[in-house]
C-alpha cells in the first residue's frame, strides 16, 4: 500500500523557519501530482500547496504565497515545504497528500499521517 | 478565492439515509470530491468526480453535482459513518484547491 509519511514539524518561533519533508514508498512518486494540506487545531482542513509530478506548474494558497515553498525530488521520492516566516496562524497538522491525476481536477488519494507544526513564542 | 460551504452539522438515525451539501458558485461546472475524517485520523478519499468511489469504500457512500451543489448521500447509515466530512473542489480560474468547511456526521 501506499505510503507518505511526514517529519520535520516542531516547535519554532514567530518569523522562524522550518522544513517539513514526505517520504513516498509503493508509489511511482515522479509520475504524479502532490500537495501539502494543513489543519489547525480543531479546525477543518485547509489546502496549502501543489506541485505537479515535473514542478512545473505549482501553486500556493494566497495565505502563504511569498513564505512558502514547495519542492520535490524525484530521485529520492521526496516532498518538501520550506516554511519562512512563520505566524502563529500558521500552527497546524501539515499533511503530505497525493493527487489522483484527474485532469481538471485536484484529488488527494492518498495522505500522510501529518506532521504538528507549532508557531509560539 | 473560491468558497465551498457546508453545514457544521447533520444528525441521522442508524439505518437511515444522510444528506450533506456543499454549495459553490458553478460547483456542478467542477470536480467535486469528498473526504471522511475521524478524531486524530488523517481524511480518507469517500468521493471522487461528483459519483466515484475509491476502491474499498462501501457501496452506500454515493455523490452528485448539479448547479450550484454537491451532496454526499450515505444509505442505510452505520455508527462507524459517524465522522467529519468535508468536500473539496478545483478552481482553475484562482489556480486553487478549495475545501468545505466540514460536516460533523452525527449517528444517533
Known amino acids: 500500500e501506499v505510503q507518505l509519511v511526514e517529519s520535520g514539524g516542531g516547535l519554532v518561533q514567530p518569523g522562524g523557519s522550518l522544513r517539513l519533508s514526505c517520504a513516498a514508498s509503493k508509489i511511482t512518486f515522479r509520475t504524479y501530482g502532490m500537495n501539502w494540506v494543513r489543519q489547525a487545531p480543531g479546525k477543518g482542513l485547509e489546502w496549502v500547496s501543489y506541485i505537479s509530478s515535473t514542478s512545473n506548474p505549482i501553486y500556493y494558497a494566497d495565505s502563504v504565497k511569498g513564505r512558502f515553498t514547495i519542492s520535490r525530488d524525484n530521485a529520492k521520492n521526496s516532498l518538501y515545504l520550506q516554511m519562512n516566516s512563520l505566524r502563529v496562524e500558521d500552527t497546524a497538522v501539515y499533511y503530505c497528500a497525493r493527487d489522483l491525476g484527474i485532469a481538471a481536477a485536484v484529488t488527494l488519494d492518498y495522505w500522510g499521517q501529518g506532521t504538528l507544526v507549532t508557531v509560539s513564542s | 478565492s473560491y468558497e465551498l460551504t457546508q453545514p457544521p452539522s447533520v444528525s441521522v438515525s442508524p439505518g437511515q439515509t444522510a444528506s450533506i451539501t456543499c454549495s459553490g458558485d458553478?460547483?456542478?461546472?467542477?470536480?467535486a470530491c469528498w473526504y471522511q475524517q475521524k478524531p486524530g485520523q488523517s481524511p480518507v478519499l469517500v468521493i471522487y468526480?461528483?459519483?466515484k468511489r475509491p476502491s474499498g469504500i462501501p457501496e452506500r457512500f454515493s455523490g452528485s453535482n448539479s448547479g450550484n451543489t454537491a451532496t454526499l448521500t450515505i444509505s442505510g447509515t452505520q455508527a462507524m459513518d459517524g465522522a467529519d466530512y468535508y468536500c473539496q473542489a478545483w478552481d482553475i480560474t484562482t489556480a486553487s484547491v478549495a475545501f468545505g468547511g466540514g460536516t460533523k456526521l452525527t449517528v444517533l
Open positions: 458553478k460547483l456542478g461546472d467542477k470536480y
Open positions: 468526480q461528483n459519483n
